[in-house]
């Protein structure tokens, strides 16, 4: 299984993006997705997770305090795909943005974690 992050780039604040992870190989079922993000110089932090609202999955989604409103985290469970749109950008949201999702490869597999390589989004003042 591999994911692929896409979307990352420089924009002004005020500014939109969307970042994009699709998840490739064996995917037999998407449990939990999210975005994760590290500032420069900072910890890794969980922006916000979504899950597939299949099994015993609700669809539910949450935010950090800091991106609430701003932020939105969707999904495409028949694509494997899902999408962080990151509206009223600020320099504050400049980090390197990772695609998370736990995933799995088989009907009797409870799943097992997997990070994409990362983006970077970069927020100018």
């Known amino acids: 299984v591999q994911l692929q992050a896409s979307g990352g780039g420089l924009v002004q604040a005020g500014g939109s993006l969307r970042l994009s992870c699709a998840a490739s190989g064996s995917v037999f079922r998407l449990n939990v997705m999210g975005w994760y993000r590290q500032p420069p110089g900072k910890q890794r932090e969980l922006v916000a997770p979504?899950?597939?609202?299949?099994?015993?999955?609700?669809?539910?989604?949450n935010y950090a305090d800091s991106v609430k409103g701003r932020f939105t985290i969707s999904r495409d469970n028949a694509k494997a795909t899902w999408y962080l749109q990151m509206n009223s950008l600020k320099p504050e949201d400049t980090a390197v943005y990772y695609c998370n999702a736990d995933i799995s490869t088989g009907p009797d597999d409870y799943g097992v974690d997997y990070w994409g390589k990362g983006t970077q989004v970069t927020v100018s003042s």
């Open positions: 979504i899950d597939s609202g299949t099994m015993l999955y609700s669809g539910s989604t």
